[in-house]
Nanobody
Framework: QVQLVESGGGLVQPGGSLRLSCAAS????????MAWYRQVPGKQRELVAS???????NYEDSVKGRFTISRDNGKNKVYLQMNNLQPEDTAVYYC????????WGQGTQVTVSS
């Protein structure tokens, strides 16, 4: 059974940075595209960034130039470096396999506030 565990969220002031981590188990990790999503209460979960097994990346327009997704296939982990965070980035962040979704993890809360 695939398990996804996100961590690294927290409270940060506008302009600050956070690095999120996602540990995946139960699936051959390196061959699958991974993605980070975020969800605000009352809104649909949205895809923020994705990375293929060989490292090609794609970003939602509002995070381009501020967020960087990366992965370590040897550790079955994917990361999201978030810089210059803004209040509108406040959300619960999740990771998953966009092409073959697993059960969602608990997510990690990111709150950007002064």
């Amino acid at each position: 059974q695939v398990q996804l565990v996100e961590s690294g969220g927290g409270l940060v002031q506008p302009g600050g940075s956070l690095r999120l981590s996602c540990a995946a188990s139960g699936r051959i990790f390196g061959i699958y595209t991974m993605a980070w999503y975020r969800q605000v209460p009352g809104k649909q979960r949205e895809l923020v960034a994705s990375i293929t097994g060989v490292g090609s990346t794609n970003y939602e327009d509002s995070v381009k130039g501020r967020f960087t997704i990366s992965r370590d296939n040897g550790k079955n982990k994917v990361y999201l470096q978030m810089n210059n965070l803004q209040p509108e980035d406040t959300a619960v962040y999740y990771c998953n396999f966009p092409g073959r979704p697993a059960d969602w993890g608990q997510g990690t809360q990111v709150t950007v506030s002064s």
